[in-house]
Structure formats: C-alpha cells, structure tokens
C-alpha cells in the first residue's frame, strides 16, 4: 500500500493548494488594512500599479511561453543526439547547454536589452535559454534509459524509426523527460520574476518595486505569490508524472 | 525459403562471415550452434536485415532481401530474442498486437488472433491480457515475446537463443511449446543457440559454425553418428555423448512388440531413448512398458536394445 498511498493523495492534494492559492489571490487586494497594521510608517501599504490577478496571468504566460520553447528545443536536441546521424553533434549540444547553464539569468536578461530593448521578449529569451538545459539532458537521459531489448524488439519487428520513436521511446523516457520540464518550469517561476528588472510585467514586479521603494509589503506580496504559484504548478506537476507513469503500478 | 549465396560480413576490418552458402527449406527447424564468434547472431541478423551482409545475396521467398524495405521485409519475419524486449509500458495483448497493428488489421480480426496465441502458447488468456510485461514471470515473458513473434502469421520465425536466460525447467517446457508448435503451424524457424542439447532436441537440421564457416550441416542423428571432425566432437562432448545419442532416437525404434504383465513403469513410443533408459536406472530393472498415449500396452523396451 506504501506505493498506492501518494496516488491517491495526488489530485486532491493539488486541488487543496490550487484553491489555497486562489483564495489567497482574491483576498490579498482586501489585505490593506492587515499589512498597513504590520508595515505602518509604510504609505502604501498594498501593491495597486496592476491587480494581482494581472500579474499571475502575466507571470504564467511568460513562463508557459518560455517553458513550451525550451521543451520544445530541448526534446529536440535531446532525440536529435541520440540519433545516428545526430550522435557526433552529442558533445557540442551537451556543452552548449551546459554553458548556458552557468550563465546567470540575469546576465542574459542584461545582455539582451541592449540587442532586444526592454519588455517581455528579452525576459521570454533568457527564460526560454535557461529552461532548456535541464529538458535536453533530461531527454537523454530519458532516451539511454529505454531497455535496449525493448529497441532491438521494435526494430526486429518492423517498426520504423519514427514509430520507435514515438510509440515506444518517447512514452519510456517520457517520465524522465517530465521531470526536466518540471525543473525547468519550476526554476522559470522563480526567475521570471526577476524579468521585471527589464521591464516584463510578473509577479517580480511588485518585489522589484518594493526593493526600490523600500516597501517590504510589496515585495512580500509578490514573494508569497511567487512562491505559492511555484508550489500550485509543482504538484500539478507531481499529479501528472504520477498518471503518466502509471503502467508501472501495473492499472490501465 | 531463405537462401544465403556466397556471404560474407565484416565489421571495419574484421572478417566475421568470410563465404556462407546455407538454403533454409520452407518448414525448416534450422539450428545455428556455435562457440561465441563463431557468427551465428550475425549470420541470423542478417536475415531480417538488421545486420547488412557486406556482400553476396540473401533471397527470402525467392527475391533478394535488399528488394524489399526492411520494415517490410521485418514485418513477415518473426523475431524473439534471449532479452525478450517486451514494450513495458504496453499490456501483454497490445505486445503481441504490435506487428498486426503495423500491418493495419482490423481490431477484431487482431483480438482474434490474440486470443489464439495466447491459447497456443499456453497462457491463460483472463489472467494476461491486460497485465503489464513486468507482472510475469521470465518464462511467461518468453512466451509473449514469442506469441508477438507470431502475431502477423509470419513465413519465417528467427530466434536469437530465446531461452538462454531461463531457467531450466522453463527452459525444458519452452522447448518442448516450440516443437509442438513447429509440428501445430509448420514455420521455417531459424533459432541461434549454444547449447547442443536443446540443439538436438528442437532441430530438424543442425548447422554448427566454427569463426563464420558452416561445419558441419546435417540432423541431429547424422550430426551424432556421424561427426565431421575433432571440432564436432569436441563440442558433442565426451562424458554424455552416449546420452546424446539416445536422446535422438525413439522408444518405437528399440521396442519389442511383445506385451508383458509385469511392467512398473511405462514410456511412450514417442519419448526418446534417454528418457526411457533414466526410467530404467530408477525402477533398476533391464526393461520398461511401452504404452500408446491412450494408455494401451504396445510393446516392451529392453535394456540390451537400448545399448545394442
């Protein structure tokens, strides 16, 4: 029963954050007089330039945008290398990401204002870049850990390559393959809160206000939502990798 | 059904198959046997084009193998391996499926022929079908391997020493499934193996290789009696040979036809010499009942016939 218990706790457990979350989200713009109580040398209290409900959207829709592209590359270049014709080009991609990697995404994100200006496309880029580093290997990874029995079957048997690939490849390494992207996508919301720096709407916004501003209220609004969004999105992410690898509890 | 002309195979620089000349008849039990490298796996792969012969021709069914588009070709070849490869995360009947669904049958035709694969190989049909390759044991495991092997009615069947990672009493009943089942549907079956027992028990041809090149070609009995040279004889063994020998040949051969009373035990006429002789040493007496399958005396074998 130790395997079956999380399963079952899964859904509801994320369904118990996602409307913590979203309770908090319609409460907070009535929190004024709390945090003006906490914080009372403070003016403005409460964050107004943009709703909080504004700000999530905004927030999500750069790091979805973001996370889709890096997924999208990184799986990629994660097949495209282990591919015969690919193989050679392993080293180069591996080292390529790896850079990437160790580049501070606030460096990219300073790095493409003078190329790109200001505003949600040198946010989405830096994040995009960031983000595809943990999928690619995670793809490889992924792809070398198919049993290779399992490939010599599908080729023996008259499978193509595509086929392999898709009915048989993918769906094995694809536990794996999530997990990057749940990496990827939960370091995002962390960074793309940084992307405020350069001018991108987020829930960075009213932190890197506040920091300016020297209103901790601010930044502790947008840190709540932040780090509440990264928990939401993270459990969804446990209910399905849960499902998606759900052969090996042996329930269709 | 398959016929290898003037073969050869190398990787880089290394000969591996220097001149192959083998035809393989249609309803063949065909047994490669060899010490490792001798080229058995490469020589079996080549067949299904999974490894690429470096020059010669491979006709199957009449026509060059390099005629066809491997996947083609793949798919009216059945294929079992010794790691089985079962897709894990597919249930047992969407294993066996596979090739059938490749090949776009209908799905009721492709429940039909699951439910008869299943039946012939002996698995229980309510308890498998939707179970996952990692529920079964390895035996059970073999014998889905080699149901989706099966699947597409294939010509041909190529097994790269199924039942080496066994063990041998799975190994045992496997083997006598695959006689039943090369007499019940009458493939050509090409099977790569080590082991010169489960050699002489399954072939209808032995063809034992020594570095790429055919020893010897012949059944088992005139593999026995007649070995071509030292290396044939080597790899016959010495302290079982006599076994070996006796395990080719049948009861009905040796019987007498006269019935006695007095018998413990009995053997079927069908069953191999070696059997019935194991029996003899266990009941210590010199001679043993034959009975017919439907439980009637036919005759009596005798230790001095057996030995003779």
């Excluded at chain 1, 330039?49 to 973001?66: D, G, K, N, P, T």
């Excluded at chain 2, 040979?241 to 040796?254: A, H, I």
């Amino acid at each position: 029963m130790a395997v079956a218990r999380p399963r079952r706790l899964g859904w509801p457990r994320f369904l118990a954050a996602l409307a913590v979350f979203v309770t908090l989200l319609l409460v907070l713009p009535y929190s004024g007089p709390l945090f003006a109580a906490l914080f009372p040398d403070l003016d403005r209290p409460l964050y107004q330039q943009q709703s909080f409900v504004s700000l999530v959207v905004a927030h999500l829709w750069l790091v979805v945008a973001a996370a889709l592209t890096a997924t999208v590359f990184g799986i990629g270049a994660g097949v495209f290398v282990t591919r015969p014709q690919g193989r050679e080009f392993r080293r180069l991609i591996e080292t390529l990401s790896a850079m990437g990697q160790t580049f501070p995404p606030v460096a990219v994100l300073a790095l493409s204002v003078p190329v790109i200006g200001f505003g949600f496309w040198p946010a989405f880029i830096a994040l995009a870049l960031y983000g595809i580093l943990p999928i690619s290997e995670n793809t490889i990874a992924g792809l070398e850990s198919v049993d290779p029995a399992a490939k010599e079957a599908a080729e023996g048997i008259g499978m193509t390559g595509w086929q392999r690939l898709l009915q048989i490849e993918l769906p094995l390494a694809a536990p794996i393959i999530l997990a990057g992207v749940r990496t990827s996508v939960t370091i995002n919301i962390g960074t793309a809160a940084i992307a405020s720096t350069v001018g991108a709407i987020s829930l960075g916004s009213p932190i890197i206000i506040g920091l300016n501003g020297n209103n901790i209220a601010y930044v502790i609004q947008g840190a709540v939502l932040v780090s509440g969004l990264a928990i939401v999105v993270d459990m969804g992410f446990g209910v399905l990798s849960q499902r998606i690898g759900q052969w090996k509890s042996g329930q269709a | 059904m398959i016929e290898f002309r003037n073969i050869s195979k190398s990787f880089g620089d290394t000969l591996v198959v220097p001149d192959l000349n083998l035809t393989i008849a249609r309803g063949e039990f065909c047994v490669l046997i060899g010490p490792s490298g001798s080229g058995k796996s490469t020589i079996l792969k080549m067949i299904n084009r999974l490894v690429e012969h470096t020059s010669g021709e491979i006709d199957f069914a009449g026509e060059p193998i390099r005629s066809f588009p491997p996947e083609v070709l793949r798919r009216r070849i059945g294929y079992a391996i010794q790691s089985v490869g079962l897709f894990p995360h597919w249930t047992v009947e969407a294993n066996i499926a596979t090739v059938p669904r490749l090949l776009g049958w209908d799905a009721a035709r492709i429940q039909a022929r699951i439910t008869d694969l299943l039946r012939l190989l002996n698995l229980d049909a309510a308890r498998f079908r939707s179970s996952y390759p990692h529920q079964l044991s390895g035996g059970q495991q073999q014998r889905v391997g080699v149901a989706r092997a099966l699947a597409a009615d294939p010509d041909v069947l190529l097994m790269d020493e199924p039942f080496g990672a066994l063990d041998p009493i799975t190994r045992d009943s496997l083997q006598a499934e695959m006689t039943r089942i090369h007499a019940e549907t009458g493939k050509t079956i090409v099977f790569v193996t080590h082991d010169m027992d489960e050699a002489l028990r399954l072939a209808s041809r032995v063809v034992i290789l020594d570095k790429g090149r055919i020893v010897q070609a012949a059944s088992p009995s005139d593999i026995l009696n007649a070995p071509a040279n030292d290396f044939v004889r080597a790899f016959l063994g010495k302290d079982d040979y006599g076994l070996k020998l006796l395990s080719v040949e049948t009861v009905g051969d040796r019987m007498r036809p006269q019935i006695s009373a007095m018998e413990k035990d009995s053997v079927l006429p069908s069953d191999n010499l070696r059997l019935a002789l194991s029996r003899m040493v266990v009941l210590k007496s010199d001679r043993i009942g034959v009975r017919d399958e439907a439980g009637a005396p036919v005759g009596t074998l005798y230790l001095s016939d057996v030995v003779s």
